[in-house]
């Protein structure tokens, strides 16, 4: 709706305003973006799933055509793909305003040709709009800042209810165990939500989830990302936590396992020595320490199954904890506190 006022210089004095005109727009172009602008995978999974989301503002909706191609390495062009190598799913993740749309495109049995530079293209009666997305190999997973909190202590404080608290592993440090039967036996598919939540620290299932066509909403469940601002599960995601639990189970039997055998050893130098067993399926460590009297995690990487902390850390540290890692993921921590002269396992975090 448009109409034009004349204003005298002074601005003093107006016109009435002229006679009203309506604009009326049928529509606009869609816009996209990627889930992940760049996706990092270890060298030897067997597949990749990749997502771009397509926002459609209006009331009025045409019709969308997706459109998924590669850059050629040779000719940087982009060249359309196909065939049994590829699956797509597009599907309307949010019918608010504005719309929200998702295509996903998995590839599978993968080889090094299909690292690259992928492109997904959307294009409505009004325009089209595309996304650029990058497919690399990772050979580590990164580490937090501070140590990630034990699924037990999480799921203790989310109130998950006995025996179902049982899959979450204990205090006293038996692994959490992802097990869709342990929730099916024990008639916990309500409970399933919150022990999604306490395992999201190192784990990102979020391309499996739009593959499965869970909601936007959801995704911090699949993902982890924005979990600390998701204060409760909002209910739309009910009906889709078992899918978010399939796709958790995909890569759980390839991450590592939880470390076993940590022991802290102090030298006649002051040092701290410490030492576990060789943990399957892990290609690093992490370990964190905590000082006396200090709230800071201090962190370093290795490759081996020991680390000698200097400095006198044998009378001045108190807290340690080791995560295994590798490509596909971390484990769940492993910690000790030092207590009246002895190191002893313990599972009460405290950040």
Request: aromatic share 10%; with cysteine; charged share 20%.
């Amino acid at each position: 709706m448009v109409y034009v006022i004349a204003i005298t210089r002074d601005g003093r004095h107006r016109s009435l305003p002229s006679e009203t005109i309506h604009f009326y727009t049928a529509g606009v172009a869609p816009r996209v973006v990627a889930y992940r602008e760049t996706v990092s995978i270890p060298g030897d999974a067997s597949s990749v799933t990749i997502a771009c989301r397509m926002e459609m503002p209006g009331t009025t909706h045409k019709s969308v055509h997706f459109e998924w191609k590669k850059i050629h390495e040779k000719t940087s062009h982009y060249e359309k793909i196909g065939g049994d190598k590829y699956s797509f799913t597009n599907y309307i993740s949010s019918h608010e305003h504005p719309r929200h749309y998702v295509s996903a495109l998995q590839i599978k049995f993968l080889k090094l040709s299909d690292f690259g530079t992928y492109r997904c293209i959307a294009t409505n009666d009004f325009g089209s709009s595309s996304a650029d997305i990058r497919v690399i190999q990772r050979v580590l997973t990164s580490a937090t800042p501070i140590p990630p909190e034990p699924p037990y202590i999480c799921c203790q404080r989310l109130g998950i209810r006995s025996p179902c608290v049982a899959v979450c592993g204990s205090e006293f440090g038996k692994h959490a165990a992802l097990r869709a039967e342990s929730f099916i036996n024990s008639h916990c598919e309500d409970e399933i939500s919150k022990f999604l939540t306490c395992t999201t620290v190192g784990v990102d299932e979020g391309a499996c989830c739009l593959r499965k066509k869970v909601p936007g909403i959801c995704l911090p469940l699949c993902d982890g990302f924005q979990m600390n601002k998701l204060d409760t599960i909002p209910h739309a995601c009910a009906v889709y936590t078992f899918s978010i639990f399939q796709c958790r189970m995909e890569n759980a039997d390839s991450r590592p396992a939880t470390v076993s055998g940590l022991k802290a050893i102090p030298n006649s130098d002051g040092d701290l020595i410490l030492r576990w067993d060789l943990t399957p399926r892990a290609d690093m460590y992490h370990v964190y320490w905590k000082r006396k009297f200090s709230t800071t995690w201090e962190l370093s990487s290795v490759v081996t199954t020991s680390k000698r902390i200097f400095g006198n850390a044998a009378n001045d540290i108190d807290e340690i904890v080791v995560v295994a890692s590798n490509s596909f993921g971390n484990a769940h921590p492993v910690r000790l506190i030092h207590n009246d002269d002895k190191w002893i396992a313990s599972y009460h975090f405290q950040f």
